[in-house]
C-alpha cells in the first residue's frame, strides 16, 4: 500500500492563489497517472486535472487556464497550483495515484473554501 498525504488547503479570497500538495510514502517510478479530484456535499467527485507518466496533462473546462498540475518524481509529489481562484472551486480536494500494478492510493482529502 502507498499512504498519500495532501497538504495546502485553507481559505482564500476570490481572485487568491493555493498550492495543493500530495506527497507519496514511497517512490512513484510505476505510476500510471496522478490526479486532483474534488467533492462538495452532495455531488460526486469530480475529476479536476491529471498527469500521466509522461506528463500530459487534462483540466476540466472550468479550471483550464486558472489551475496547473505537476509532480516532482524525487520528491515523490504531486501539486496543483490554482490561482484566479473563484467561490465555485469550493471543495475538498483528494490526490489520487493509479500505478501500473493496478494499485489505486487516495489521499485524505484537504478543504478549499473560497470566500470574501
Known amino acids: 500500500q502507498v499512504q498519500l498525504v495532501e497538504s495546502g488547503g485553507g481559505l482564500v479570497q476570490p481572485g487568491g492563489s493555493l498550492r495543493l500538495s500530495c506527497a507519496a510514502s514511497?517512490?512513484?517510478?510505476?505510476?500510471?497517472?496522478m490526479n486532483w479530484y474534488r467533492q462538495t456535499p452532495g455531488k460526486e467527485r469530480e475529476l479536476v486535472a491529471s498527469?500521466?507518466?509522461?506528463?500530459?496533462?487534462t483540466y476540466i473546462d472550468s479550471v483550464k487556464g486558472r489551475f496547473t498540475i505537476s509532480r516532482d518524481v524525487a520528491k515523490r509529489t504531486l501539486y496543483l497550483q490554482m490561482n484566479t481562484l473563484k467561490p465555485e472551486d469550493t471543495a475538498v480536494y483528494y490526490c489520487?495515484?493509479?500505478?501500473?500494478?493496478?494499485?489505486?492510493?487516495w489521499g485524505q482529502g484537504t478543504q478549499v473554501a473560497v470566500s470574501s
Open positions: 489520487n495515484f493509479r500505478f501500473s500494478s493496478g494499485l489505486l492510493s
Open positions: 514511497r517512490s512513484i517510478f510505476d505510476v500510471n497517472s
Open positions: 498527469i500521466t507518466s509522461v506528463g500530459t496533462t
